[in-house]
Nanobody, 124 residues
Framework: QLQLVESGGGSVQPGGSLRLSCAAS????????IGWFRQAPGKEREGVSC????????YYSDSVKGRFTTSRNNANNVIYLQMNNLKPEDTGVYYC?????????????????WGQGTLVTVSS
């Protein structure tokens, strides 16, 4: 079981950038894949990226591909989500979540541990 804490959210204008962090603690965080999910007001939570715990492979949803990049620093157990060229539709609460070893798609069920979320607002 992991404990996950997100940070780095805030307000930004369209076209701007933010970097979110997910600090992981608990049993061997480096063996867990970490997914990033977001939930816009009135909408369901959706997956946007994932980085595996085995070989560091990364995956992105079509809505963020080419603009978002996820990476991890296993020395300090922090996972990052670099978000560039932000759009108003990127607004929402962003969560990181863990699942064993490999990314398991965009469904929520495989991810057992979740952070509390950090709010990203993109508006002019």
């Amino acid at each position: 079981q992991l404990q996950l804490v997100e940070s780095g959210g805030g307000s930004v204008q369209p076209g701007g950038s933010l970097r979110l962090s997910c600090a992981a603690s608990g049993v061997t965080p480096q063996y867990y894949a970490i997914g990033w999910f977001r939930q816009a007001p009135g909408k369901e939570r959706e997956g946007v990226s994932c980085i595996s715990g085995t070989d560091g492979s990364t995956y992105y949803s079509d809505s963020v591909k080419g603009r978002f990049t996820t990476s991890r620093n296993n020395a300090n157990n922090v996972i990052y989500l670099q978000m560039n060229n932000l759009k108003p539709e990127d607004t929402g609460v962003y969560y990181c979540a863990s699942t064993r070893l490999i990314c398991r798609g965009w469904g929520l069920d495989p991810y057992s541990d979740w952070g509390q979320g950090t709010l990203v607002t993109v508006s002019s």
